[in-house]
């Protein structure tokens, strides 16, 4: 039977000293050990988005992701995005753009936007189409979630890109 | 987002587009779906599926699985000798797990039930069956030859959950049920006609990638089966669980939290029997969460054939239609019987045709199995229908809009003999499609647009119920059957008991979709849940409203004056008293509650079927790109034709979302078979649309009050999706002079179409010049004497 | 789902080798995964062992400073996307990676072991054939560089020994007047086609040219017809655009597989509308080195 392996990470701001098998993902770690069941595993091939979560800033699928791999690193999940209780400012745009339906794409969706206005804070509506190109939702067709990032951007300061496709989108 | 309003006004808060109240949950990953569900002791289980597209099992050797260290059961059809294995509400031809033989690669045929998943996977590999490979049958084709290999030897019985009263017929051995539907004369009106056109459309076998995998949990405790799952018709669970497990309904218990995406897809019973078996013979909680391949082998979209002939006059009227439908349902019955009778019923689409026939066969072959899918017959039979149409426009010189007016039933025009009359202003719908997508404005080169529309006699069966409880601070509580599986039903239903009962919002709560909990809805598809459980919780508030103005008459003005049912409690002379005051009152302490039920079934206002009409009415302008001959859908516009809007947000979203996946239908997703194999059952070749697909939206929500529901409120959801592959058919007819009859219009065909199209050109040229020349020669030679 | 597996991390070259030999040949090595965990999953490959060669300071690195390119096997697609001295040494791998599968991806996945894996659709493994690329190889035995048209034997097959580590990746430096660019068409996750262009302009004219085409054949494949025939052309409009179509012709004599994508017609069609676009963005790219 393989060893266990001691790995340290911080999820979400909290450090975390787990002792894990080597074919535990981190979404198996995440999901099963700490109780943060917001991701989802649907495809569990790397092309859905759906278990997207960022280690160091860095958008993975945390279906394939070794959660060994992440010792010594810094883990957000969907939970984390909310401080005190107060929705992230993309939250909350989800939430006024009915930028969702089922839901179960949604805690992906999020940290890859997440990560995208943390590299882009005003992206055009062209890198916001091509930063969400890889997180699939089959329920919205796409067109609300991309003016609630937009729209996200824009409340964080700053017009939501030079793009005049911005307007006619809707 | 455009509205049109010409219904009365509404009181707060129907018609407003309020917050989602699963939006906090959802965006905060707290949303609880079936693989979040944990219980002490739970067990996971695994499956091994057949390998044969067509097969007998002659052993099946399951030792060493069993002795392998975590493994708490491996089951088979031989250990399940106390359950009744084949269910199916349609037709019951379906094995909870394979009895004799396999009807499709990925039949499930041994269960391992273990301490964790990897343990139950590495338990497959130690499970050794033998089989004996029967000849298969792949496509229609070879499944009606006279001598195919038959997939089932014995018709399943059919069952009182079909959808229609008639029986079930069959004819060749591999046809599962045929229908029919035809009125007037159609030899007369083809013999009549100006104009026939002719063709045979193909409709692909699709996939509907509900995000969320079938995942299902099953406990039984003191004989009694609880069951959570991610499907959208629990009380249909529950019938199948009763049969299977010969449980009083009473005594099965199932739960759906929220759902990861339904789309029909996980209409009916899928793997819940199957979990159940797995935990009974295991003694524990089991869990068994299909992964996306093993779900697309669980349940597909019905492929379509569709051979249409339509007979017009030279002024552009629909004589008569005429059309021989194929379904392809796979191993297993499933819904498609009923897909096959709304496709015959949906062929006519929103006209007045005088003459019409139209048979569907809904045959099996060894793939794996169809049920419902999201449009239900009317995407597969008016890629036909519109097609047509427009084909019949160029060639009478008409503008394709133009010959749809003059076509389109009227305001409360029958379809047919003692079908409910069309409820829905469809002339009006097209002006609304023509100026959002620009008719009359000039088109660019190399660009086309078109406009197509469907209508479906969508509801399904008025069987629906709802308590509405009032609690003794005069808060709501409202039980549902219904599910939530992203449509917004959570909010727009808390909506309607809200407007109904006169209280705020955030003041009433709804529990959902616990059969144990709630009373009975059919189901939560066909678009029917704003209509249907609308009107019981309409029902439900007014039974509510009478039993409170009794007690504050009895409790508190006995004597007199008169009390008034006003929004939120009564007036009894000058004051006025909430609801939670008269329910004190009337119990005479500070607690207590009223229980207020509303039923919906066929008599009154939904005695006439179908209960409503949903309309798709969409525009799109495309390009084609000529060099690799992919389509880009540029504009898209949706009409949203739907009565009342309850939530016009939620109403949109539906349309947009509905609208995305036909896009996806035509122009990408397909299932490939080879060899009896599924060649791309993944999403690595399986190709579902990406933001990068997403054109350019304008939608439109009309709410003349016409329909049967609530405030006049009608379904949505399914509508913009059905016209979708028409209207990009006909729009990249005007924009490339290519016709295309083949779902999805790959890149491939679409190329190899217009090449077609340049050697035709070039043989007409050709063809032009030589009658040119030989012209020139005959003048000459005369000229010569 | 993944199965169980032993795991080691080797701080050095010679602790990966010994955990390899340890393993008894059931050992693999491991970068970022995203291709190898994969078909543990879908049951195509079983490895009792996995070494783990991120740690490995032989395999970091990105190198500009002697001329040639030098990128170290553990670095990810997104490490390459944004490198300033690839960008301004090789700006069509920096689009390439770009493009690579999805942002996740992007983010674990790593170059050395993308080349690894010899995927037959690999974007990289095209655009580094044409570019006349090596990979560095050391095993217990030693070290040795091979061209990558030595390298990829088969679909999924290299001539990598199982004990040897791809440590990292050596393109020659573009010399004057030289471009290289990389193009593709992808209906799924990987492409249909795609086609890699490596020219060199002097005076107004190719001298040079190699094009690759990827994803059509087995292997990514250097069609030498259809470089010999951008040789000697003026890279104005019309005389490129003819020698682009005699280049395309050479593509008719390929194998192209036929799958979802298309026919074998098709896809060698859609070769030769990729190998327009991608032989003017090399030309343009030759022309400002010029």
Not at chain 2, 515 to 538: E, F, H, K, N, P
Request: with cysteine; charged share 20%.
């Amino acid at each position: 039977m393989p060893d266990l392996i001691a790995i340290s990470m911080v999820v979400n701001g909290r450090p975390y000293a787990l002792s894990i098998a080597p074919r535990e993902t981190l979404a198996d770690v995440l999901r099963d050990r700490l109780a943060l069941t917001g991701l989802k595993v649907s495809c569990n091939a790397q092309v859905c988005g759906a278990c997207t979560v960022l280690v160091d800033g860095l958008p993975v699928s945390g279906c394939t992701f070794l959660a060994v791999d992440a010792d010594g690193r810094r883990v957000r999940t969907v939970e984390g995005l909310a401080i005190d209780g107060e929705l992230s400012p993309l939250q909350q745009a989800f939430i006024d753009h009915a930028a969702f339906q089922c839901g179960f794409c949604t805690p992906g969706m999020l940290m890859t936007a997440t990560a995208l206005l943390e590299e882009h804070p005003n992206p055009s509506r062209a890198e916001v189409v091509h930063g969400l190109e890889g997180n699939l939702c089959r329920c919205t067709g796409y067109a609300s979630i991309v003016d609630a990032v937009l729209a996200a951007a824009a409340l964080a300061g700053g017009s939501a890109g030079s793009d005049a496709a911005t307007e006619a989108g809707r | 987002m455009r509205r049109i309003i010409t219904r009365p006004e509404v009181p707060s808060p129907i018609g407003e587009p309020v917050p989602r109240r699963d939006g906090i949950a959802k965006v905060t990953g707290t949303a609880r779906f079936t693989v979040d569900v944990a219980l002490p002791g739970l067990a996971h289980a695994r499956i091994l599926r057949s390998p044969y597209p067509h097969a007998r099992i002659r052993s099946v050797d399951v030792e060493a699985a069993r002795r392998h260290p975590g493994v708490i059961a491996v089951v088979s059809a031989e250990d399940l000798a106390d359950v009744h294995l084949v269910y199916g509400h349609a037709v019951a031809d379906h094995p909870l797990i394979a009895v004799d033989k396999v009807r499709f690669v990925g039949e499930p045929v041994v269960g391992v039930v273990a301490e964790d998943a990897v343990t139950a996977e590495e338990a497959l590999r130690l499970i050794s069956v033998q089989y004996e490979p029967l000849p298969f049958v792949q496509s229609v084709a070879e499944a009606l030859a006279a001598d195919a290999p038959v997939v089932h030897e014995r018709p399943g019985e059919q069952r009182p959950h079909r959808g229609f009263e008639e029986d079930i017929e069959r004819g060749h051995p591999n046809v599962c049920s045929s229908s029919r539907q035809a009125w007037g004369d159609v030899d007369g009106a083809f013999a009549g006609a100006d104009l026939v056109v002719e063709g045979e459309y193909r409709y692909p076998m699709c996939y509907a990638f509900a995000m969320e995998p079938y995942t299902s949990v099953a406990t039984w405790s003191n004989g009694e089966l609880t069951v959570w799952t991610s499907g959208q018709h629990p009380y249909m669970v529950r019938d199948d669980l009763a049969t299977c497990f010969g449980l009083s309904l009473s005594r099965i218990q199932v739960i759906v939290p929220y759902v990861g995406g339904g789309y029909g897809s996980k209409s009916y019973t899928k793997i819940e029997p199957l979990t159940a078996a797995l935990a009974l013979r295991a003694g524990r909680p089991v869990r068994l969460a299909l992964s996306v391949e093993e779900a697309i082998l669980t349940t597909r979209g019905d492929a379509a054939t569709v051979r249409l002939r339509s007979a017009f006059d030279r002024d552009g009227h629909i004589l008569g239609r005429q059309a021989t439908i194929l379904l392809d349902t796979g191993g297993y019955a499933e819904n498609s019987p009923l897909v096959g009778r709304k496709a015959a019923n949906r062929l006519g689409g929103p006209y007045r045709i005088p003459a019409l026939e139209v048979t569907c066969d809904v045959v099996y072959t060894n793939t794996a199995p169809a049920s419902s899918f999201r449009g239900f017959g009317a995407p597969q039979v008016t890629l036909a229908g519109e097609s047509q149409l427009d084909e019949a426009a160029a060639r009478l010189g008409l503008d394709p809009l133009e010959l749809r007016r003059r076509n389109v039933l009227a305001f409360r025009e029958r379809p047919w003999a003692r079908a409910r009359g069309i409820d829905a202003d469809l002339d009006a719908d097209l002006t609304l499609a023509a100026e959002e997508i620009g008719w009359n404005e000039p088109t660019q080169p190399g660009h086309g647009k078109a406009i197509a529309l469907s209508a479906s006699d969508a509801g399904s069966e008025p069987i629906t119920t709802s308590i509405l409880r009032v609690l003794s601070d005069g808060s709501v509580t409202v039980m549902c059957g219904s599910t939530e599986i992203g449509q917004g039903s959570s909010t727009v239903l808390a909506q309607i008991a809200a407007a109904e009962m006169g209280v705020e919002l955030e003041r009433v709560r709804l529990i959902q979709s616990d059969t144990a909990a709630v009373s009975y809805d059919r189901s939560t598809g066909a678009s029917r849940t704003t209509t249907l459980m609308g009107l019981a919780i309409q029902a439900a508030a007014a039974d509510a409203r009478a039993q409170l103005v009794e007690w504050a008459t009895t409790a508190l003005a006995p004597d007199g004056p008169d009390v008034v049912a006003k929004a939120g409690g009564v007036e009894i002379g000058d004051a006025f008293h909430d609801w939670g005051a008269i329910v004190r009152a009337w119990f005479g302490g500070a607690a207590g509650e009223v229980i207020a039920r509303g039923y919906v079934r066929r008599a009154g206002a939904t005695e006439e079927m179908p209960p409503f009409w949903e309309i798709g009415c969409v525009a799109v302008e495309v390009s084609v790109d000529e060099a690799t001959g992919e389509i880009f859908v540029e504009r898209l516009v949706t009409v949203g034709d739907v009565g009342c809007a309850i939530n016009p947000q939620t109403a949109e979203a539906q349309d947009v979302g509905a609208a995305m996946m036909g896009l996806g239908m035509a122009t990408r997703e397909e299932l490939v078979y080879q060899d009896g194999n599924l060649m791309n059952g993944n999403l690595f070749d399986y190709r579902v649309p990406r933001t990068t697909n997403l054109p350019e939206f304008r939608t439109v929500l009309v709410e003349r009050g016409d329909g049967v529901g609530v405030y006049g409120a009608k379904g949505g959801g399914e509508g913009a999706l059905n016209p979708v592959a028409a209207a990009i058919a006909n729009a990249v007819e005007r924009a490339a002079g290519i016709r295309l009859r083949e779902a999805p219009f790959t890149p491939e065909r679409v190329w190899r179409a217009l090449r077609e199209r340049d050697e035709r050109l070039a043989a007409e040229r050709d063809e032009a010049r030589r009658a040119g020349a030989a012209a020139a020669d005959a003048d000459r030679r005369g000229i010569d004497g | 789902m993944i199965p169980r597996f032993s795991l080691a991390r080797p701080r050095s070259l010679a602790e990966a080798f010994e955990a390899f030999a340890g393993a008894g040949g059931e050992g693999a090595y491991i970068a970022g995964g995203t291709e190898l965990l994969q078909v543990m999953k879908m049951g195509f490959a079983q490895f009792e062992t996995l070494i783990d060669v991120k740690g490995l300071d032989e395999l970091r690195g990105i190198d500009t400073s002697e001329g040639a390119i030098r990128i170290g096997a553990t670095t990810t697609h997104r490490t390459i996307e944004r490198s300033a001295d690839i960008l301004a040494a090789f700006p069509g791998l920096v689009d390439l990676e770009r493009h690579v599968a999805n942002v996740r991806v992007r983010s674990t996945g790593t170059l050395g072991g993308n080349l690894a894996f010899a995927e037959p659709h690999s974007d990289p493994a095209t655009l580094l054939l044409a570019s006349d690329a090596r990979v560095e190889l050391e095993g217990p035995a030693g070290a040795r560089a091979l061209r990558l048209s030595e390298f990829i034997l088969g679909p999924l097959a290299t001539a990598r020994e199982p004990e040897e580590i791809l440590t990292g990746v050596r393109i020659p430096a573009a010399r004057r007047g030289e471009g290289r660019a990389y193009g593709k068409i992808a209906f799924f996750e990987r492409p249909a086609a795609s086609v890699a262009v490596r020219l060199t302009v002097a005076d107004g004219a190719v001298t040079e040219a190699t094009v690759a085409v990827g994803s059509l054949t087995e292997v990514p494949l250097i069609v030498k017809p259809a470089g010999d025939a951008l040789v000697g052309t003026e890279v104005d409009p019309e005389p490129l655009a003819n020698a682009i179509a005699s280049a395309s012709a050479a593509f008719g004599a390929l194998d192209a597989v036929e799958d979802l994508n298309g026919s074998s017609d098709y896809k060698r069609h859609l070769a030769g509308v990729l190998l327009a676009s991608t032989c003017r963005a090399a030309v343009r790219e030759a022309t400002a080195r010029a």
